[in-house]
T-cell receptor
């Protein structure tokens, strides 16, 4: 079945460092891909998305490119801030039991940014 | 207030008791979802609903019951709570037609079963 694999955390960085969180997927068909962010004590929020191959999603300085050839959707940011500390989830919309409007999540990656 | 709300935010109960978690959304989204979040598992889908009176099982439905008599409400009931159901529960909603499966999440309910 469809699945998402993302790198284990925690990822600990100093402020202004470059961030990469790896995400690869397995899916039939052509899923949409998402990055969600969860700040401490809150629900998940959509960070960015890409709906077809070679699309680049971007928001708040974060970027991710939908790479069909490598089945990847890695999250990057050039200069992280303390306020970026959160758990990041990669997800895809997949075919699951016949319905298309469902998300399959990775296990999440905790990012801790130190001043 | 517009958005998606969950209640209660925190709940402690005992093994064997029935517990109902509430979810309410004001967007009139057709789809609603219940997830549980556990360390090492990410989010796992419990049940979902495509419209009022239409519900279906997700990945981990055992021990849970849902109903959806109105579009805006999607309660989740644990009929006889077990310790393994200690978790953080998130409700989400989405509208397939215009959002490429984007989902909007509530703030979560932290449930502890003693």
């Amino acid at each position: 079945g469809d699945s998402v694999t993302q790198m284990e955390g925690p990822v600990t960085l100093s402020e202004e460092a470059f961030l990469t969180i790896n995400c690869t997927y397995t899916a039939t068909g052509y899923p949409s891909l998402f990055w969600y962010v969860q700040y401490p004590g809150e629900g998940l929020q959509l960070l960015l998305k890409a709906t077809k191959a070679d699309d680049k999603g971007s928001n708040k300085g974060f970027e991710a490119t939908y790479r069909k050839e490598t089945t990847s959707f890695h999250l990057e940011k050039g200069s992280v801030q303390v306020s970026d500390s959160a758990v990041y989830f990669c997800a895809l919309s997949g075919l699951y039991g016949g319905a298309t409007n469902k998300l399959i999540f990775g296990t999440g990656t905790l990012l801790a940014v130190q001043p | 207030d517009a958005g998606i709300t969950q209640s209660p935010r925190y709940k402690i109960t005992e093994t064997g008791r029935q517990v109902t978690l509430m979810c309410h959304q004001t967007w009139s989204h057709s789809y609603m979802f219940w997830y549980r979040q556990d360390l090492g598992h990410g989010l796992r889908l419990i049940y979902y609903s495509a419209a009022a009176d239409i519900t279906d099982k997700g990945e981990v439905p055992d021990g849970y019951v849902v109903s959806r008599s109105k579009t805006e409400n999607f309660p989740l009931t644990l009929e006889s709570a077990t310790r393994s159901q200690t978790s953080v529960y998130f409700c989400a909603s989405g509208d397939y037609e215009n959002s490429y499966n984007e989902q909007f999440f509530g703030p979560g309910t932290r449930l502890t079963v003693l």
